[in-house]
């Protein structure tokens, strides 16, 4: 059973609908501790400011419970906004705690562009990751975001995009698996990402 996290951050039914039209089932929508602790695969999307979405997460009960899970090889995946949570600060109106899986800051884009960036972009690959199998490169996805996640140990990264500057589109630490745009808005390829996560999740569960 793969969970996704309700933290009040987004519309969480996209992803789980996004899931089941990737052929992945048993998801659900969850903010309850003991399901996500018996849970083979986490997913923390959302759409919204870094400083709420931390302290929804920590008002919640679940910041300790998915670092745990993580620590243990649970495989997770954060959309989005759960991509910049991953971050130890994010500088949005201020600075704010992050998770800490990825060392490094969630800062906004770089001035010169529209912001927020909104659309399709395609993303390389600077290495290979399970993630992204059978995605051909430079295949596009949708983003829509303001800040961007800047890890201190540019080796995490598994997706490049470019906006003004190039940035992380998607990154790996260990069991965490993150990416940027939103693979439940990006057709064909953004399904086969999520059924990638949920092959994954199998292949852990075994």
Same mark, same amino acid.
Request: glycine residues 12%; contains cysteine.
């Given at each position: 059973?793969?969970?996704?996290?309700?933290?009040?951050?987004?519309?969480?039914?996209?992803?789980?609908?996004?899931?089941?039209?990737?052929?992945?089932?048993?998801?659900?929508?969850?903010?309850?501790?003991?399901?996500?602790?018996?849970?083979?695969?986490? /997913?923390?999307?959302?759409?919204?400011?870094?400083?709420?979405?931390?302290?929804?997460?920590?008002?919640?009960?679940?910041?300790?419970?998915v670092l745990a899970r993580v620590?243990?090889?649970?495989?997770?995946?954060?959309?989005?906004?759960?991509?910049?949570?991953?971050?130890?600060?994010?500088?949005?109106?201020?600075?704010?705690?992050?998770?800490?899986?990825?060392?490094?800051?969630?800062?906004?884009?770089?001035?010169?562009?529209?912001?927020?960036?909104?659309?399709?972009?395609?993303?390389?690959?600077?290495?290979?990751?399970?993630?992204?199998?059978?995605?051909?490169?430079?295949?596009?996805?949708?983003?829509?975001?303001?800040?961007?996640?800047?890890?201190?140990?540019?080796?995490?990264?598994i997706g490049l995009a470019e906006?003004?500057?190039?940035?992380?589109?998607?990154?790996? /630490?260990?069991?965490?698996?993150?990416?940027?745009?939103?693979?439940?808005?990006?057709?064909?390829?953004?399904?086969?990402?999520?059924?990638?996560?949920?092959?994954?999740?199998?292949?852990?569960?075994?």
């Amino acid at each position: 059973m793969i969970a996704i996290i309700d933290y009040k951050m987004g519309n969480l039914r996209s992803v789980q609908k996004g899931f089941e039209h990737a052929g992945v089932g048993d998801i659900v929508v969850t903010d309850d501790p003991s399901v996500i602790a018996k849970a083979d695969g986490i /997913v923390l999307p959302g759409v919204g400011a870094f400083r709420d979405a931390s302290a929804n997460l920590k008002a919640s009960g679940l910041w300790d419970l998915v670092l745990a899970r993580v620590a243990g090889g649970t495989p997770f995946l954060g959309i989005c906004l759960g991509m910049q949570l991953l971050a130890d600060v994010g500088l949005e109106d201020g600075e704010w705690e992050g998770l800490g899986l990825v060392p490094g800051t969630c800062s906004r884009l770089p001035g010169g562009v529209k912001v927020p960036h909104i659309g399709w972009n395609t993303v390389t690959y600077p290495r290979d990751c399970s993630l992204f199998n059978g995605i051909p490169p430079e295949a596009a996805f949708y983003f829509v975001h303001s800040y961007r996640l800047e890890p201190a140990d540019p080796s995490c990264i598994i997706g490049l995009a470019e906006y003004g500057v190039p940035f992380a589109a998607a990154v790996q /630490v260990g069991s965490a698996y993150a990416v940027q745009f939103h693979p439940e808005k990006s057709s064909e390829m953004g399904l086969r990402l999520l059924a990638n996560f949920g092959d994954i999740v199998k292949e852990t569960r075994q």
